[in-house]
């Protein structure tokens, strides 16, 4: 089912949802019966699942990266996805990645409010590309409520396409630029948390995540190693969107390319009601130094 969506004056996109799949997960670390895991046969992808952070996830998870990295690589032969063209080098750099910032986003969920546990909450993947890190995070939390935002059509076409594969019923995609949503009272401030991974630099990321989370919830950027100096050059972004940098954590990643980061911010307060601003100026326009919260 398609769902179109205008935000006057501000989006000039469409936006489109996904909300009818089949509804068979089983929740993380669970004993899945025969019965329940016959599916069609292994893919190749399959014979890789190995590392650290995939070892987390059940049978029927596992199967559910194997389809999606099929899917991605086939698809990336008649559209740009990926750089990369491997399935090992997938698994690496996307897939353990995206896993690899899980346990932050739990750690600091629930260090933020009163409950023990993070399994049923709102997220949001700015910027989704072909689904990284958001639908890797719904296979392995098949109790989070996933939105892939998403402005490319060809991206979402493909989004759709691996969801009805896998057999997500947890997930749906939002066409659309992320400053016009965030200016959208259907979107705005209504995510527990909000993630971004190789999307741009700190600071722009936060116009672009900020505005859609909660008070109270999260922004969680997924970065390289050096990161020092884009985090400062955020910190005055971070404080008049509302925000403030909860902690840098290092992650565990076995891809080959150095140590990863999870920039974790909190929600204190409301965004000021200009941020975001205009689609494609919190890219070209640096923070006034002088600017006061509104």
């Avoid at 719904?138 to 979402?156: D, N, Q």
């Avoid at 941020?275 to 002088?290: F, H, L, Q, S, T």
């Amino acid at each position: 089912m398609s769902i179109s969506y205008f935000n006057s004056p501000f989006a000039p996109h469409c936006f489109t949802s996904i909300r009818t799949f089949i509804k068979h997960l089983v929740p993380p670390k669970t004993t899945v019966s025969s019965t329940a895991t016959t599916h069609r046969k292994t893919s190749p992808t399959s014979r890789t699942l190995c590392s650290s952070n995939l070892e987390t996830l059940n049978p029927r998870q596992r199967e559910q990266i194997s389809l999606y990295v099929d899917a991605l690589l086939q698809w990336n032969q008649k559209m740009n996805l990926t750089a990369v063209t491997e399935t090992s080098k997938v698994m690496t750099r996307h897939v353990e990645d995206s896993l690899a910032i899980l346990p932050p986003i739990r750690s600091s969920y629930i260090y933020g409010s009163s409950s023990s546990q993070c399994d049923d909450i709102s997220v949001v993947d700015v910027g989704s590309g072909p689904g990284l890190p958001g639908l890797i995070l719904a296979v392995a939390c098949p109790g989070w409520k996933v939105t892939l935002l998403e402005s490319m059509k060809k991206r979402c076409d493909f989004l759709e396409h691996a969801i009805g594969i896998t057999g997500l019923s947890n997930v749906e995609v939002l066409r659309g630029r992320a400053e016009s949503v965030g200016q959208s009272l259907d979107f705005r401030e209504m995510f527990d948390v909000a993630v971004a991974r190789a999307v741009a630099e700190m600071r722009i990321l936060a116009e672009y995540c900020l505005p859609l989370v909660r008070v109270g919830g999260l922004f969680v950027a997924a970065k390289g190693h050096d990161i020092e100096d884009e985090v400062k050059n955020a910190n005055k972004a971070i404080r008049l969107l509302g925000a403030s940098t909860l902690h840098v954590s290092s992650v565990q990643s076995h891809g080959p390319y150095g140590q990863r980061t999870a920039i974790v911010c909190r929600k204190d307060r409301p965004t000021p009601r200009r941020y975001p601003r205009e689609p494609g100026i919190p890219a070209k326009v640096d923070w006034d130094p002088n600017l006061k919260m509104r």
